[in-house]
């Protein structure tokens, strides 16, 4: 068989493979047929979606009030997660959260205003800065977490488990 001539059960790649590599025929089937597959494949990469990550700035926790120590954000993103517990009698706890520019230190936003047991989560919208928190609380144990937003992407799910 010439090297322009083919069989019709070769495929188009094994013809081409076979005339740059006219000494291996046997090489040239698997070779292309390797190609056609590859060829065949998704052209677009699965695509990826935008995503919050939340790192941590700092915890506290007390009965009564209090000013946190100073923490930066990057991104002036906040999340305050709260929570009261053992109120001293039903009716009377009270727990307010102010977000503080350690820059200046006026207040910039009331974050959390509660009466009583209870837990939320309070989100802030703030230029990147160095920020405090001011915590007025009265007859109830709390306990509050600052995180900063951080934008990033996610991949498709692989259905493996994330690494630790």
């Known amino acids: 068989m010439s090297l322009l001539q083919w069989d019709v059960r070769d495929s188009c790649h094994a013809f081409m493979l076979s005339r740059v590599f006219p000494h291996c025929r046997a090489c040239a089937v698997p070779i292309g047929l390797a190609l056609l597959h590859f060829s065949c ?73 509660a009466s009583g047991v209870g837990r939320d989560t309070a989100y802030v919208i703030e230029d990147p800065r160095s920020f405090f928190l001011a915590v007025e609380s009265a007859n109830v144990d709390w306990t509050v977490a600052a995180d900063e937003g951080v934008a990033a992407t996610a991949g498709p799910a692989t259905g493996r488990p994330a690494p630790k």
């Open 41 to 113: 494949g998704d052209a677009a990469p699965p695509a990826r979606t935008a995503a919050v990550v939340w790192r941590p700035l700092g915890s506290w926790s007390g009965r009564g009030s209090m000013q946190t120590d100073p923490f930066i954000s990057d991104t002036g993103s906040l999340r305050l997660r709260w929570e009261t517990r053992n109120e001293a009698a039903p009716g009377t706890g009270r727990f307010r959260v102010t977000v503080h520019s350690d820059v200046s230190g006026r207040p910039l936003i009331l974050a959390v205003e």
